[in-house]
Structures are given as structure tokens and as C-alpha cells.
């Protein structure tokens, strides 16, 4: 059994005996044992997070609040991709084409193992997952690949992320399909009242349904699974954009019940910056045609590998992207969302005793996340932005103005690095 003083011995270790990583140069995954035992403290106890912490590269003395945009890969994840990099051009002579030897680049290969292994963190078949560079892949592979006719309707929200709505726009102009756009209230009151936006929005024509699972821009956690249900009865395609909440929250797409789920794992799940994912309901993948076309374009038998002929690509990235998902499960989704939702809540609950604080993303219980939006009277968002990193190398994000900035914590932030923003911006207010 774990005990306090095994625990702290823990932390007293280096990085290469609490964390089994490759050899350098090893094409394969480390074996090691898990990251943290699994029944160490309680998930209140600091102690956890801050051992949690040294797996990351970011200097100690900066609180980078900005994972909305961009993650930080743990070293696993970020000696993983180095050490086949090293491998694949160290040793490139040595692959023979044969079937027995390994591959060194994806891209014309159905990568069963990691498709299976990106699968265990969406509650679904390896099979009805593609393997993509990122969310817009994703997105524009549905937006291509349906069957839309003149006239057809797709509805939208006027939050949604570029990458998440152009492929329509693009369809629009080409083949002369709508795209309706709904207008979101900052904040939103309710959940029904999002959902009655795109029940108003939706006609006999209405194809497709694009939600924002958690929208980039203001942070708003949709309903999805009411909406998916109800797009279901209508026949119409739920496309849910979760670039923003796959890492963040607990994913099952079989209880959100959409029809595609496309996402960006280098964001919350600290991926390799080029991966992405696509997932398609198996009643509705033979409906969508190949957008990229190489040898396997048509392959019926195995639907969602005709949506990955990107030609060749990175194999190195694919593989640190199963550290990134090893590294995500070994601490559980679950406890991961706690972990970001507490110190969010934490944050929010401070913004209140900030003079002249506008939160700007919900409050609701079920629309909140662990992203907060807020501006503050008489600053501007890169006003905001640029204070708290120059006076405290605090990293938000400035969203433009009247805005503010979005903040977003994750597991590598800690209740004194919420506390230390919260004392800048009090001190900016003052």
C-alpha cells in the first residue's frame, strides 16, 4: 500500500526512475509501470499534482494558463516522438518493405494498434476512428464527404471555430448549399435555450447540425447528447466539434449518441502538435465519400482507413500521440476533469472580489468548463495579457476586445498559480 513516506520518496526521484520512458533511439513504447500508483492520496492532496507537475518541461516559475490553444506534451510524450525521429533517419537503411519489419511513416497503413488505442478514450471501436493532423482534417472530411445538394442547409453558431465551420462555407460558395447561422447569448441562460436555437434554426432542408462540444471563443459546454438525440429523430448529421473537450472532460460518444466527433489531441490530452482524430457513427460512415484520394480511397471493409490516404506521413507524431493517451488514462479522465473543473471553480469564485470583472463565459452548472472568459472595465484584452505575463509570467490568452481574455486551467496548474493571477489582476485593478 502507498504511504505519504513512499510517496514523498517518489518525488525525491529522478526523472528517469519515476517515469519509464524509451531508450533514446527505441522505436517502441516504454513498458513502464504506471505514472503514479493508483491509490495514492486523495485527489484534494496536492502532493499528487505537484509530483504531476515535474513530467512537464514548463519552467517552474510560469503558470501557462493557455492549454485552450495549445498543450504542453509531457517529456514521455516529447522524448517519444525525438527518439523515433532519431531512429527512422538513424536507421532508414535497414527497412526492407518486407511485412515482418516496421514501418516507418504512416499513411498507407490502417495503424490498427493506435487507431485502437485513441479509440479507449471515446468509449469506442479502434475501427470507426481516422487518424488526422488535427480538428480541421476532421471537419472538412465531413463537410467534403456528405452527399449535400443545393439547397441543403447546414446550421451553425456564430462562436464557432474556423476550423470547425469553414469546410461549409466552402461548400457554399461551390455548391450552392446554406449555411444558417445562429446567434449564441454571452452567456447563454440554459441548456434548452441552446438547444431551442438550432430546433428554431432547422427546416425540412436542414443536413447537418455543427455544435461546438465546448466553443473556443467563449467557453460554452453544449448540450450534446440532447442535441444529438434530437438531430437523430430529424435525420439529421450531429457534428460535434470537441477540439476543445477532448483531455478537458470525460468523452463516451456512445452516450453522447453523436454521428461524428472530430478533435485536436495537442490541445487537453498534450498530444504531438500534428494529430488529430475523426469519429463516425458505423450506421454512417458509408456515407460520407473520401475527400484525400490514394490506394485505399475506396476500401469498403474498413470505411474510416479510406479517410486517412494523407499520403506519407509522421509516424513519430502517431506515436507520441499513444504516450500522450497512456499518460491521460493512467490518471483517468475522470480525475482529470475534477482536477481542471476545481481549479476553474477556484478562479471564478476570485474573479468575484476583482473590481470591474465581466465573466464572460457561463455560469451555469451544466454549460460551465474549465475554461473561464473576462475582461476587466477599462482594459483591453491584450492589455490584460500582457500585464499578467510581464508582471507575474502568467500566460492567458487575449480574445480580442470587448472580450478579455480566456484562461484555462488544466493539470499542470496548481491553487497558488490561480491565486498568484488572481492577486495581478486585483493589483491591475487597483
Same mark, same amino acid.
Given at each position: 500500500?502507498?504511504?505519504?513516506?513512499?510517496?514523498?520518496?517518489?518525488?525525491?526521484?529522478?526523472?528517469?526512475?519515476?517515469?519509464?520512458l524509451?531508450?533514446?533511439?527505441?522505436? #517502441?513504447?516504454?513498458?513502464?509501470?504506471?505514472?503514479?500508483?493508483?491509490?495514492?492520496?486523495?485527489?484534494d492532496?496536492e502532493?499528487?499534482?505537484?509530483?504531476?507537475?515535474?513530467?512537464?518541461?514548463?519552467?517552474?516559475?510560469?503558470?501557462?494558463?493557455?492549454?485552450?490553444?495549445?498543450?504542453?506534451?509531457?517529456?514521455a510524450?516529447?522524448?517519444?516522438?525525438?527518439?523515433?525521429?532519431?531512429?527512422?533517419?538513424?536507421?532508414?537503411?535497414?527497412?526492407?518493405?518486407?511485412?515482418?519489419?516496421?514501418?516507418?511513416f504512416?499513411?498507407?497503413?490502417?495503424?490498427?494498434?493506435?487507431?485502437?488505442?485513441?479509440a479507449?478514450?471515446?468509449?469506442?471501436?479502434?475501427?470507426?476512428?481516422?487518424?488526422?493532423?488535427?480538428?480541421?482534417?476532421?471537419?472538412?472530411f465531413?463537410?467534403?464527404?456528405?452527399?449535400?445538394k443545393?439547397?441543403?442547409?447546414?446550421?451553425v453558431?456564430?462562436?464557432?471555430?474556423?476550423?470547425?465551420?469553414?469546410?461549409?462555407?466552402?461548400?457554399?460558395?461551390?455548391?450552392?448549399?446554406v449555411?444558417?447561422?445562429?446567434?449564441?447569448?454571452?452567456?447563454?441562460?440554459?441548456?434548452?435555450?441552446?438547444?431551442?436555437?438550432?430546433?428554431?434554426?432547422?427546416?425540412?432542408?436542414t443536413r447537418?447540425?455543427?455544435i461546438?462540444?465546448?466553443?473556443?471563443?467563449?467557453?460554452?459546454?453544449?448540450p450534446?447528447?440532447?442535441?444529438?438525440?434530437l438531430?437523430?429523430?430529424?435525420?439529421?448529421?450531429?457534428?460535434?466539434?470537441?477540439?476543445?473537450?477532448l483531455?478537458?472532460?470525460?468523452?463516451?460518444?456512445?452516450?453522447?449518441?453523436?454521428?461524428?466527433?472530430?478533435?485536436?489531441? #495537442?490541445?487537453?490530452?498534450?498530444g504531438?502538435?500534428?494529430?488529430?482524430?475523426?469519429?463516425?457513427?458505423?450506421?454512417?460512415?458509408?456515407?460520407?465519400?473520401?475527400?484525400?484520394?490514394?490506394?485505399a480511397?475506396?476500401?469498403q471493409?474498413?470505411?474510416?482507413?479510406?479517410?486517412m490516404?494523407?499520403?506519407?506521413?509522421?509516424?513519430?507524431?502517431?506515436?507520441?500521440?499513444?504516450?500522450?493517451?497512456?499518460? #491521460?488514462?493512467?490518471?483517468?479522465s475522470?480525475r482529470?476533469e475534477?482536477?481542471?473543473?476545481?481549479?476553474?471553480?477556484?478562479?471564478?469564485?476570485?474573479?468575484?472580489?476583482?473590481?470591474?470583472?465581466?465573466?464572460?463565459?457561463?455560469?451555469?452548472?451544466?454549460?460551465?468548463?474549465?475554461?473561464?472568459?473576462?475582461?476587466?472595465?477599462?482594459?483591453?484584452?491584450?492589455?490584460?495579457?500582457?500585464?499578467?505575463?510581464?508582471?507575474?509570467?502568467?500566460?492567458?490568452?487575449?480574445m480580442?476586445?470587448?472580450?478579455?481574455?480566456?484562461?484555462?486551467?488544466?493539470?499542470?496548474?496548481?491553487?497558488?498559480?490561480?491565486?498568484?493571477?488572481?492577486?495581478?489582476l486585483?493589483?491591475m485593478?487597483?
Amino acid at each position: 500500500m502507498t504511504t505519504r513516506r513512499s510517496f514523498l520518496g517518489f518525488l525525491s526521484l529522478p526523472l528517469a526512475a519515476s517515469l519509464t520512458l524509451p531508450k533514446l533511439g527505441s522505436p #517502441h513504447p516504454a513498458e513502464g509501470r504506471p505514472l503514479m500508483p493508483a491509490d495514492l492520496i486523495g485527489l484534494d492532496d496536492e502532493a499528487y499534482w505537484r509530483a504531476l507537475r515535474t513530467q512537464f518541461t514548463i519552467p517552474p516559475d510560469e503558470a501557462f494558463f493557455n492549454t485552450a490553444t495549445l498543450g504542453s506534451s509531457p517529456r514521455a510524450v516529447q522524448e517519444k516522438v525525438i527518439a523515433s525521429i532519431q531512429h527512422v533517419n538513424r536507421d532508414i537503411a535497414e527497412w526492407d518493405y518486407k511485412a515482418d519489419h516496421e514501418n516507418y511513416f504512416t499513411g498507407y497503413y490502417p495503424e490498427i494498434p493506435s487507431r485502437d488505442k485513441v479509440a479507449t478514450t471515446l468509449n469506442c471501436a479502434g475501427r470507426d476512428v481516422a487518424l488526422t493532423m488535427n480538428a480541421t482534417f476532421g471537419m472538412n472530411f465531413v463537410a467534403n464527404g456528405l452527399d449535400l445538394k443545393p439547397g441543403d442547409e447546414v446550421v451553425v453558431t456564430d462562436q464557432a471555430h474556423a476550423g470547425g465551420r469553414m469546410g461549409y462555407d466552402l461548400r457554399a460558395k461551390r455548391d450552392g448549399i446554406v449555411v444558417k447561422v445562429i446567434t449564441v447569448p454571452n452567456p447563454p441562460e440554459s441548456p434548452d435555450q441552446l438547444i431551442q436555437l438550432y430546433l428554431d434554426a432547422t427546416t425540412p432542408r436542414t443536413r447537418v447540425w455543427a455544435i461546438p462540444h465546448i466553443s473556443s471563443s467563449r467557453a460554452i459546454r453544449y448540450p450534446v447528447a440532447q442535441l444529438s438525440a434530437l438531430a437523430r429523430d430529424r435525420d439529421i448529421w450531429s457534428v460535434v466539434d470537441g477540439a476543445q473537450s477532448l483531455g478537458h472532460i470525460a468523452i463516451d460518444v456512445q452516450a453522447l449518441g453523436c454521428d461524428a466527433f472530430f478533435a485536436s489531441p #495537442h490541445k487537453w490530452m498534450l498530444g504531438p502538435k500534428g494529430t488529430g482524430l475523426l469519429y463516425v457513427r458505423p450506421e454512417r460512415q458509408k456515407e460520407l465519400w473520401s475527400t484525400l484520394a490514394s490506394g485505399a480511397w475506396d476500401n469498403q471493409e474498413d470505411p474510416m482507413f479510406r479517410l486517412m490516404q494523407y499520403g506519407t506521413g509522421n509516424l513519430s507524431l502517431l506515436l507520441g500521440l499513444g504516450v500522450a493517451v497512456d499518460f #491521460h488514462n493512467q490518471i483517468g479522465s475522470t480525475r482529470i476533469e475534477e482536477r481542471d473543473f476545481a481549479l476553474a471553480n477556484r478562479l471564478r469564485a476570485g474573479l468575484a472580489s476583482v473590481p470591474g470583472t465581466t465573466i464572460i463565459s457561463p455560469t451555469h452548472p451544466e454549460l460551465t468548463c474549465a475554461t473561464t472568459v473576462y475582461g476587466l472595465k477599462n482594459k483591453t484584452g491584450g492589455e490584460i495579457q500582457d500585464y499578467l505575463w510581464e508582471r507575474g509570467k502568467v500566460r492567458v490568452r487575449s480574445m480580442g476586445d470587448p472580450v478579455g481574455v480566456r484562461h484555462a486551467c488544466h493539470i499542470y496548474n496548481s491553487p497558488d498559480e490561480v491565486d498568484k493571477a488572481l492577486a495581478l489582476l486585483k493589483e491591475m485593478t487597483g
